[in-house]
């Protein structure tokens, strides 16, 4: 268990805020996705919004000094079924020689952390707070291992096809998404912004042109 992980699940469990937009111009623009409210988080139940709240004093988050996470669980997110391999093709002839890339599993997705903010409130009653996000960065395809170009380009087409079509080879974070909530009293509350990150298990493989796959 990493650093920022344990230290949000002993002071007040976690806030996660999921925003992602993509990098290049030819892709079009994500709305940022719901605040998502881990268990045990220090928050009123139900309070948490991506509006103002009704009340008389506010607290600002501020910036956090805890190391970010490149790949930090997601409440709620669960690995999926299994997946069955490629089919032969009937024919005896398939073509080319070529490679191919095959989905075995849709792993849960993870977050990719880009700013990390918190508000404590140490006052003996509820607290209306305000997070927003004030810095941004970039999460690509394959980052976690070592692949090609054209092994990426590959993976983000079998990712587009089968588990996501809004996959994008670069994801930036955005700016001044902002959540609101109540503090419970003499708790701490934190919040992580970042991209989702689209976990996926499989191969590469190379199909010949007899129809055999190696």
Known sequence: MSQRIGICA????????GSSVPAFA??????????????????VPD?????PLTGSETEVGVDSEAPLEED??????TDGPERLGPKEPMSEYCGP?????????NKKNTMSVKYAT???????????????????GTTTIGGSVTLSGEFKAMWLGKIKADVNFNASKSWTSEIGVEAYGKVKAHDTVYSDYG?????????????YSNCKTG
Request: proline share 5%.
């Open 118 to 136: 918190f508000v404590k409130n140490n006052k003996s009653q509820t607290m209306d707070f305000k997070f927003s996000s004030k810095k941004s």
């Open 26 to 43: 030819d892709e079009s623009a994500q709305e940022p996705r719901p605040v998502v409210t881990a268990e045990g988080a220090g928050v």
């Open 47 to 51: 309070s948490v919004a991506d509006a």
């Open 72 to 77: 930090l669980p997601i409440p709620g997110e």
């Open 97 to 105: 020689g070529h490679y191919f890339a095959h989905i075995t599993k």
């Open 10 to 17: 002993v002071a007040a469990g976690l806030l996660i805020m």
């Open 195 to 207: 991209i989702m990150k689209e976990n996926v298990y499989g191969y590469t493989a190379y199909r």
